[in-house]
């Protein structure tokens, strides 16, 4: 009797064990959730090399100083706050902190990011310190040029809208990824496989041991390494060159498309977004009203001013309108569209396309277009006008060219529809918008098309998508640079049609407009153009433009340079500082002392336009307006925001767009004082707004 | 030689047997439960630095102690029974006075190297003085008045347990009715207690009209079986339908009645958690009494929370084991310390979940075999003093093995009581090796007719 009891109790038992251990999964689901972690291996991201091999980003590890408070009690903690410059209540604070956020028997941060000084002195002393803090390394990027924050861009926490948009590809919370520049256009090469380890995890959520000593764990792949076009001295030359400036260089190699130099100015030393005080300096770069976080160089339009002139002649001659002999003869103005507000030009005479390229002539290209567009060969005007925008187009204006630098804008060129909708089919012909002949009003490019349209000149009718990126070690397994090595060539313009061009464009620095970029011992062709400009409605200093190609004979380089609101010709500024960058990259070196100090004086000349400096004091004094209401009532708060919203807009859009808020209620305003039918939605947003308003009077050189 | 030969004379080799393999199972178990991969296992044996080593040194005194106990003459144990039994209550009443707090209950006496609990050894003494007062010649035990002085014996460490505030270890000695029953003890107390608990278990645990159904299954099944019995006496199958409409009122409204209107909600949602099931309340009003009443007893929320969160955890651990188990140091939840207690009251968690189903399966089977051996032992006895003690030995490990194991896996609240020879701890390992080597000894000499 007393066994069957016995016996019927462990049949219980083991029937509530079958039904616990055989029957029911679920308890090995909640065991898995709360016993295993998986833990996410970052691997290395790839570095980036220039095109002689230098490592220009790459990575390097600092410490982050990490404590466990109920490990700390009997430590030397006074030592500890001596090295650290804290007194003995900050450091309590922080032990509370620590313990608050991620309980006593987790290690937490308690400094971030150390100084090289404050680890050699940490080191020395450790073992007054453990087992309560340890160091913690950290990977970050490096940049040993400190150059190229523009194109390199950097790297920032993921949000949750990019994760949305990035299910599946295994970003967590708190991972970071590429924001701006390369970072982020090759972010899958960059960022590499990320590797799985499978942790045992106790109760209090500590991680133990290897789950099976890493059975299922996973390796970590590294990211791609990445061999650019860029010449990093050429960069740096190009940033000296450009500090206290506005604007931008770009040169590209025509042969291959290849970026060499790609400067926007102001830029930032990328150093400043991966130390300790990141936040600061982005909020900083943030509200800078220079915009030192836009890309001018694909991110800025400009209108082309007179660099639009040699287009204008390809067009010409290829169309058949003019000869290289046709002869145009400037009495002072324009008057192919009466004599009301005629266009000036600058030096009367009588010249051929050749000389008319030289010095500039508006007169002669204001015929040329005019030609083209009142060609009978077309039966109107809109005919005309979109034949001629099938040339803008092959010369890669007017669309985004594909560049691998994120951000691209797309300019613009204006079109039949456009001028059907701002002024009514049939009610506009050539002399409604005659500027554009000589690159002025409805016609906006970026520097990076500029560039791109002088390595077309140079190459003769052909040009590879300007990119950064050359080769990817490991292959391209993303197909991310095959669009790179296709040559352009959309109209099939005879060589003698540039031959001619190409004239125009030596005579220019030999003996014209833009003879500051002569260097000597090469043939350098190029153009100069003085953009006129309107800021909220108020005419600005001219921008210096100055676009080239050398050596003539065998183009090596092709470079364009903008400096925004400098006043005077582009042959003033512009012209030089390209003379210098074409120096630099064909004889390696500037050697000449006199070109030294010339490039030290260009580099010292400060020709940012007072009105940053006015903002910049307004903005000082919005600070000190402690009332935080206040700022994001003004939407400085909500841009300030250091996450990411990867896809097509950054920071930097947010703030373009702010002020085009401000700039339109200004122009509500001053509606009065501009030209009537000036309709703003032919651009992008773009930024330095000042070129908007089509200046339908004199532009010259 | 000679010597040796008439000491081990008599021994019981596979009581013997099952009691290394069961104190292996032990030391494994509570290895497996503390050892992270990293550690250097001979340096923490060696500086008792780990609970696993402490039990190895515990194991080497219950070796010793042991030994000691075989080299003892029987006659001894029932010459000392009752001088025995009042040393037994005298240290219980000493804890009264130099308790050390552990675990908030004040039983223990701290001994230097290890604190005995006085509730624990007391099992052994009151084992021996009831076996002595059933053997006197002069006990009728089918008289009230013997029955009743036995009853005193069993109440007096009961009483002492429960001011102790060790409810668990006061129920251990209602395992006294077994060796009770045996001696003539009307089979009806024991048949009733056991029915009472089961249902009221049952109540808790299973849906209250599935239970209704089996009560009634029951109840059909046995009018079955007495079906010719019934046909000559109606009066078995009135007593059948009056069992079955107790027990179905028992479970469909007394309980219910008494959850709802005797007892405080807390207390009815503190019942529940032991079992480790949800306290759901049937109205709303009720939910929100227990909110109120919450706010007053915050301790009280604190230790039922406890109690709700180790038989789910330990519920976790079992039952991720699967049939086969993770295998040995590779359970993750009895590895990350998620089981509370888990070398000592819920060590049967990490045989569950490393070693699966069929590892729980044969530790069920050797304990029943332990204990069907111990029956067979008793019942082999010429003298009532052995034959009593043994079923006494018997009825404490089967009152420990079920309702430790059945804690574990949700069948029974959590009472803190200790799987035999497994759990952790110096002071049930060496009451149960005394009471199994008593056993071994007395068996020994079984020829032989003590009193």
New interface residues.
Partial sequence: ???L???A??C???F???N???L?S???I???E???FRKVIYPDRGILYDRKGRAILQNTIIYDLMVTPSKVKGLDTLALCKILNIDTAEFRKRIVTAIIKNKSYRASVFEALLSEEKIAKINESMYKFVPGFYLQERPVRDYPFDAGGNILGYLSEVDSSFLLRHAGEGYQIGDYAGKTGLERSYEKVLMGQRGIEFW?????NRL??R??NGKYDTAAVAGQNMHMALDIELQQLGEKLMENKLGSIVAVDPKSGGILAMISSPTFKPKLLTGSERKKHITELLLNPALPLLNRSVGASYSPGSTFKTLQALIGLHEGVITTKFIVTCTGAFYGCGSGNPMKCLDRGTFDLKNAITISDNTYFATVMQRIINNPKYPNVDSSLANWDRYIYAFGLGHKLGVDVPSEKRGNIPTPAYFNKTYGAGHWNYCTFRSVSIGQGEVDVTPIQVANEMAYIANKGWYIIPHIVDSIEGGDKFDMLSKFKEQHKAIDISDSVFETVHDGMQGVVERGTGMGAKVEGITICGKTGTVENYFRGVKQENHSFFCGFAPRENPKIAIMCVVENSGHFGGTYAAPIVGLMIEKYLKDSISDPKRKVQAEALSKLNLIPPRIYKELRTRDSIQHVKDSAYLIEKGFIKILKDTMGLEDDDNTDDLIKLKEAKQKEDQQKKKDSSLPKTNKSNTEATLPEEQKMPAVKDSSQ | MRNQATISKGIDWMMIWLYVILVTIGFICIFSVEHRSQENILQNITGLKKNYSRQLLFIGISIVVGSFIILTDSKFFTATANIGYVFGIILMLATFVIGKDINGSKSWIPLGFFNLQPVETCKIFTALALSKYLSRSETDFNKTRSQLIAAVFILIPVSFSLMQNETGLALVYFSFLIPLYREGLPPLYLIIGFSFAFLIVATILVEKNTLAIILTAIAVFMIYLTRKTIRRDKSVLLVIVGIWLLAVSVQRFAVPYIFKHVMHPYQVERIMNTFGVDYVPDDNSTAKKIEEQKDDINIKKLKKAKENYNVKQSKIAIGSGGFWGKGFLKGTQTQGDFVPEQHTDFIFTSVGENFGFWGSFLLVLIYLSFLLRIVFIAERQRSTFSRVYAYGVAAIIFFHVTVNICMTIGLAPVIGITLPLLSYGGSSLLTFTILIFILVRLDADRQMVLR
């Fill in positions: 009797m007393i066994s009891i016995f016996i109790m462990c219980i038992i083991v509530q064990l079958f616990l251990q055989v029911n679920k308890y090995s909640m065991a898995d709360q016993g295993k045992k995890r106790d109760n209090k133990t041991d789950l099976e």
